[in-house]
């Protein structure tokens, strides 16, 4: 295995719930009354926070060094953390990347963990209908406001009505939730019932 038991269990998974802009405590990772005004996406489920050292490095070579295989394994952390949730009935979208970053990249690392959760879990998985059709500038070097105005208009969804569904958002690191949030935006717009993001790491 690319991550041996003892690593693993290094992997601290959170136990307390927190509201994904203020860190307020919430009962399931949804945003705070104060907050929720401001988000279409109606909360996060996080595993562990980025500063972890073994999930930080298991993503770097997942993402950057293209050890698919260490996806696999991650993808589990994600099932287990979904043990936790009630998710029954809903749909798993990856978060899309745009045709330049996927080419360049050669992978989406988000549809990787999405199909691991979508197998274990026993949900439906939805790929290349939720579309990312502009690059802006990388997020990274954007503050927290300027990073939902670079986002504005950059997804779009061509698989019809939603018919309230709930929608499982999947991707590897949210630090704003500025992309799902817009990633919601555009489903709840399509009919989408709740939508929740499901990363690996927050931070």
């Not at 279409?40 to 999930?55: M, S």
């Not at 998985?125 to 502009?134: A, M």
């Not at 698989?159 to 949210?174: P, Y």
Request: glycine share 8%; net charge positive; aromatic share 6%.
């Amino acid at each position: 295995s690319w991550i041996c038991g003892k690593c693993l269990r290094k992997i601290n998974l959170v136990q307390n719930p927190f509201c994904p802009n203020c860190k307020s405590l919430t009962r399931r990772g949804e945003f705070c009354f104060k907050c929720a005004g401001d988000f279409r996406l109606n909360g996060l489920i996080v595993c562990a926070k980025y500063e972890d050292g073994v999930l930080k490095e298991a993503i770097h070579e997942f993402k950057y060094d293209r050890v698919f295989d260490i996806g696999k394994i991650l993808g589990l952390l994600l099932v287990e953390k979904l043990k936790l949730e009630y998710v029954g009935g809903c749909l798993v979208i990856p978060v899309p990347l745009s045709k330049n970053r996927l080419a360049s990249r050669g992978f989406n690392q988000a549809e990787i963990l999405a199909k691991v959760v979508s197998e274990q879990a026993g949900l439906p998985l939805i790929i290349n209908t939720l579309e990312r059709t502009k690059n802006k500038k990388p997020q990274a070097e954007l503050s927290r406001e300027k990073r939902m105005k670079n986002l504005e208009g950059c997804f779009r969804w061509s698989g019809g009505d939603l018919e309230r569904a709930k929608i499982l958002l999947v991707d590897d690191v949210a630090t704003t939730s500025a992309t799902m949030n817009e990633c919601a935006k555009v489903l709840k717009n399509n009919g989408a019932g709740e939508v929740w993001g499901l990363v690996l790491a927050h931070g």
